[in-house]
């Protein structure tokens, strides 16, 4: 028999697994991924629900973008996004900066460039309350 003590895992009351609470970062990429999926599938309904009410872009306000994301959606069969590069800060528990390259593909139309979102958090859900695009030159 051996000396060595070994320490006994808790078991969660009822047998269920313990949840630990949601890493902040991680819960923001989970958003974003989502929310590319939204713009992919060409649901304009699910993706502006990704947005707070008080969002702006480029001078235009909520009901503006998704005017504008309609008119794409109708425009454009496929629409294909990649990310690459995310960065996410934290800046508070309620607020996130976030950033990445992104290649956008949409039947014969590509761009490459620098997106940069300022999140907030109402509640448990992240929205997007600003968003900026700057192009990259291939």
Do not use: C
Not at 23 to 36: A, L, N, Q, T
């Amino acid at each position: 028999e051996s000396d060595v003590s070994h320490e006994e895992t808790p078991e969660a009351e009822g047998g269920k697994a313990i949840v630990l609470p949601e890493d902040p970062e991680e819960g923001v990429r989970g958003f974003i991924y989502s929310w590319i999926d939204a713009w992919e599938a060409q649901d304009t309904k699910r993706y502006i629900s990704f947005y707070a009410d008080g969002f702006v872009s480029d001078g235009m306000n909520l009901d503006a973008w998704k005017r504008y994301k309609d008119r794409l959606n109708k425009k454009y069969n496929s629409i294909n996004i990649e990310i690459s590069d995310l960065k996410v800060i934290m800046v508070s528990d309620d607020q996130a900066e976030v950033s990445f390259i992104q290649d956008y593909r949409a039947d014969g139309y590509t761009d490459r460039g620098e997106k940069s979102l300022f999140l907030i958090k109402g509640g448990e859900e992240w929205k997007i309350k600003k968003e900026k695009w700057t192009a990259i030159s291939r």
